[in-house]
């Protein structure tokens, strides 16, 4: 980037930041903390806008969602007078946003500091990207096979191998990136892949993967296509009113799809694009207020933090880093050598440190800036944001000075961090979902150079 463009970006931030500050002092009656997490999220959030069309920097949208769950949905439930019983924090304000918005401001620099030199990638390495792309068309193509062959095959294998398959059936987004980035443009592919994703997605009812595959089309779209400033300010205004719409439709969408199981996939296409239009028909009913709490609600991942805030150390000692060391074992040594390993999903984490025991099915964890405080206490826990950020950091440093000589392997990021990106997983989960994403994808690699006779 040049110095010129530098500066303009420097300015934008510091101006933007300034319309923020003064706009929060006058209208609102926010606290110090909330105003400066306020201003962090924006800061982070101008930062992601410049980041659409230099790649894919994973590293902005880990933060980006941190702050949003950690920060922003909190603020929000603070100021609103939302005081549910179970959801509410159970901290005050300030004990809550001393100990998360340093962690998270650390989490941030941990995060950023060994990128600042790759973080960006220059138009030259964007015109290799095209090149190679259009060079591995048959490896698109593979790829593009092998995925939906381990989307279909995922429902037949025993649980020891269904994460491996699970892994392997995100190939087809990135043999899709492929065909897309290549000289031909190929939209067929992208269409399909994510058509397919939209019916897996309908026929479970969660819609994590379809919200995070679709942003990370966005970094490639921006990466083909220069985008301008305020397309994308256009962008992203209207990704953000879809996610309003999805939000307001996607608890009743999903009552209804678990309560009758039976349901065709046609039925349940139809369902929810009835709801979606009707909702759009009637764009006043998303802001009703049950929407509204339920949306705050699930924004805040917040009240998760404020209970092992307020659980630990007084009715659970801290964990002195044992919940850290185990991660780590569990994610670094095969369960043969570590037969008693922890294991991944928050269900242990969550009755330990909030004492809330969950039910079968239910999906909670208490982040790792939550699990962070529960071994380490407020300081410690600062401390240990900023390296796990450092240690995230350095292999999306890896993979970018790596993608010097195979540009393509900047499209597999988000292979590598799809679950890093989610702020409500703990550390194992993490960790855990890393190291076995890195396998496979050494293995896809050495397969498709050795047997495939094709390079990826």
Request: glycine share 6%; hydrophobic share 50%.
């Amino acid at each position: 980037m040049s110095s010129s463009v530098q500066n303009n970006k420097v300015g934008y931030q510091i101006g933007i930041l300034i319309c923020v500050a003064t706009l929060l002092l006058i209208f609102t009656s926010l606290s110090f903390w909330a105003i400066t997490g306020a201003l962090f999220f924006t800061y982070i959030f101008v930062n992601l806008l410049f980041g659409f069309g230099e790649g894919i920097p994973v590293n902005l949208v880990v933060i980006f969602i941190a702050t949003l769950q950690w920060v922003i949905g909190p603020i929000l439930s603070y100021y609103t007078g939302i005081n549910h019983p179970f959801y509410k924090m159970h901290v005050p304000e300030d004990v809550y946003f001393s100990y998360i918005i340093p962690g998270a401001i650390l989490y941030y620099v941990g995060l950023s500091l060994p990128v600042l030199r790759v973080h960006n990638i220059s138009v030259a390495q964007i015109g290799q990207l095209e090149e190679a792309t259009t060079n591995k068309v048959m490896s698109a193509y593979y790829l593009l096979g092998i995925g939906f062959a381990a989307s279909f095959l995922a429902a037949f294998v025993p649980p020891s191998l269904y994460f491996f398959l699970y892994l392997i059936s995100h190939l087809k987004y990135i043999g899709a990136f492929y065909l897309y980035l290549s000289r031909a443009g190929n939209k067929i592919a992208l269409y399909v892949v994510f058509a397919f994703l939209l019916l897996e997605v309908l026929s479970s009812a969660i819609f994590h993967d379809l919200l995070l595959w679709g942003l990370f089309f966005m970094f490639i779209y921006t990466i083909k296509n220069h985008i301008s400033m305020p397309k994308k300010l256009a962008y992203v205004a209207l990704g953000f009113f879809l996610l309003l719409v999805l939000q307001s439709v996607k608890y009743q969408y999903r009552n209804i799809a678990w309560a009758n199981a039976s349901l065709s996939s046609f039925a349940r296409t139809e369902l929810f694009t009835n709801m979606i239009f009707n909702t759009l028909l009637s764009p006043e009913s998303m802001f009703e207020q049950q929407k509204n709490e339920n949306t705050i609600t699930r924004l805040n991942q917040g009240w998760i933090i404020a209970r092992v805030m307020n659980y630990v150390p007084y009715r659970e000692p801290f964990a002195e880093g044992e919940t850290i060391k185990n991660a780590f074992t569990a994610s670094l040594l095969p369960r043969f050598i570590a037969e008693s390993k922890a294991t991944a999903g928050g269900r242990e984490n969550m009755l330990r440190f909030t004492g809330i025991e969950l039910q079968y099915g239910t999906s909670m964890n208490i982040s790792i800036i939550g699990e962070a405080y529960a071994n380490y206490g407020r300081s410690g826990g600062m401390v240990f944001m900023f390296f796990i950020g450092l240690i995230f950091s350095l292999i999306l440093r890896f993979i970018l000075i790596k993608s010097l000589d195979n540009p393509t392997l900047i499209l597999w990021i988000p292979f590598l961090f799809l679950q890093v990106i989610k702020a409500e997983t703990d550390v194992i989960t993490t960790l855990n979902y890393v190291v076995k994403a890195s396998i496979a994808m050494f293995i896809v690699f050495w397969t498709f150079r050795k047997v495939l006779k094709v390079e990826l």
